[in-house]
């Protein structure tokens, strides 16, 4: 059979593996093709034999969104069933382990219950029409502090820019665009980071923080370092740059919608659920 790079195939012989996808041109009579739960593997087209599958069957949103840098190749690949399986051997119970709920989940919860508290669309309506800008970025830096998940430098770079003159205001104003605005995910998104850049604060966990706290059903945390190890141990493109944007945040939540379908089976209640899961991935050494 001919096969050209991109192309989606089963080996019969090995169903365990699942779909894969041609990452390399055949040469010399071999194909490498990366299987949707073993990752890469080297075939001999005179012994292997592949069938080509096509249309709405070739398609798979895990294989769909797949990095294909080289440089990645090779490297530890966690698919689907071993990704469960790696999570199940520190969590046992899944998302309803005794540790999971006290460990990971509790402390989200936490911050999620304070943010209802103090920064809800009402109450932070009602410090903007009271001019309490500071009592915002208080409440701010108290909600974050219910949890790790903040880099203690980038809370320092937001804590120093309240410090200045005209600062709690204007991040008051867009912290409510952001979390209550009319305007879509995105574009609030971007006028969010943007403001935070001007105030010396941009940083992704900052950029993400609160609205992952506020509405844990619709989006996720990016910590660099974890979040970028999760998708490189699974392969798939996140468009990383350090300078918080909505392409690689959209990216993000491509991926966490696709994780969030994998471990349906063991009933994650929230975006908290899948961010602890992608943190167990993001652990694993090569």
Not at 51 to 80: C, F, M, T
Not at 138 to 157: E, F, H, M, Q
Request: aromatic content about 10%; some cysteine; hydrophobic content about 40%.
């Amino acid at each position: 059979m001919e096969l050209a790079k991109d192309d989606r195939v089963r080996m019969p012989a090995k169903p365990e593996w699942g779909l894969g996808q041609v990452i390399q041109n055949p040469a010399a009579g071999k194909v490498c093709i990366l299987f949707r739960e073993v990752g890469e593997k080297t075939l001999s087209l005179k012994h292997a034999t592949l069938v080509s599958i096509e249309g709405e069957e070739a398609s798979d949103p895990w294989l769909d969104n797949l990095s294909l840098d080289a440089s990645k190749l090779g490297s530890r690949y966690v698919g689907p069933r071993q990704a469960i399986e790696i999570f199940l051997e520190k969590y046992a119970g899944g998302f309803q382990d005794p540790a999971f709920l006290e460990e990971e989940r509790a402390p989200k919860v936490a911050a999620h219950e304070l943010m209802l508290k103090l920064l809800d669309r009402d109450a932070l309506r009602e410090r903007l029409e009271a001019g309490e800008f500071p009592k915002v970025g208080t409440s701010a830096l108290r909600v974050i502090g219910k949890t790790n998940l903040v880099y203690p430098a980038d809370r320092l770079a937001l804590t120093r820019a309240l410090k200045v003159s005209g600062n709690p205001e204007r991040f008051a104003q867009a912290l409510e665009d952001h979390l209550y605005g009319a305007d879509d995910p995105a574009t609030r998104f971007k006028r969010f980071a943007d403001v935070l850049n001007e105030l010396g604060a941009a940083r992704w966990t900052l950029c993400t923080y609160f609205s992952f706290v506020r509405f844990p059903k619709e989006y996720m945390l990016l910590k660099p370092t974890v979040t970028q190890n999760a998708a490189a141990r699974c392969r798939f493109e996140l468009a990383y740059r350090p300078q918080p944007n909505r392409i690689t945040y959209g990216r993000l939540l491509t991926i966490v919608r696709i994780l969030n379908d994998v471990v349906a089976e063991l009933r994650p209640a929230d975006m908290f659920d899948v961010q602890s899961f992608m943190w167990c991935l993001a652990q694993l050494k090569d």
